[in-house]
């Protein structure tokens, strides 16, 4: 039941409680119960909103960076990220299994010069990093499962 509740507000985070109830065959109650205890036990952590930033009057510029890292001893990478998560422009951080890079980062700023910025004054001169690759975004057209570009997709093209 609680991977079911957990699918459908992935899609939809402000479901009623009684449209998920009757979706799932129980009461309203209950699934304003079994909501609480995901959010108790901390697999639901929070809730966002999926924009679709070419509609927003303020234009944001979103980017991913690479880093290579010196892992720290009895650490590992964990100090790192810690670091790096405080700051206001990351969206996201992630630690990548194998590859060229240890730590994906995703940011957001205001614009190109704005991210570069960062990169430069904040995330290349913390100690451990040793190299960053940035990557803009030019366009999503995709986000959490939710479509982003308003043209719907073309299905021949799923083949």
């Given at each position: 039941m609680k991977k079911q509740i957990i699918r459908i507000l992935q899609q939809n985070a402000r479901i009623s409680n009684e449209e998920l109830g009757e979706m799932l065959g129980i009461s309203a109650e209950e699934a304003a119960a079994q909501i609480k205890e995901l959010e108790d036990d901390g697999v639901i952590r929070g809730y966002s909103v999926?924009?679709?930033?070419?509609?927003?009057?303020?234009?944001?510029?979103?980017?991913?960076?690479?880093?290579?890292?010196?892992?720290?001893?009895d650490r590992g990478f964990n100090d790192i990220a810690k670091t790096i998560m405080m700051y206001d422009e990351v969206e996201s951080v992630s630690l990548m299994s194998s590859g060229?890079?240890?730590?994906?980062?995703?940011?957001?700023?205001?614009?190109?010069?704005?991210?570069?910025?960062?990169?430069?004054?904040?995330?290349?001169?913390?100690?451990?990093?040793l190299s960053t690759s940035t990557h803009f975004i030019l366009k999503k057209y995709k986000e959490k499962g939710i479509f982003i570009d308003s043209e719907e997709p073309d299905e021949r093209g799923l083949y």
């Open positions: 999926i924009l679709d930033s070419d509609m927003l009057a303020e234009p944001a510029v979103c980017a991913t960076i690479e880093l290579k890292v010196t892992p720290q001893r060229a890079y240890d730590l994906a980062v995703e940011v957001k700023g205001s614009d190109l010069k704005d991210v570069a910025f960062f990169v430069s004054e904040r995330l290349a001169t913390i100690d451990g990093v």
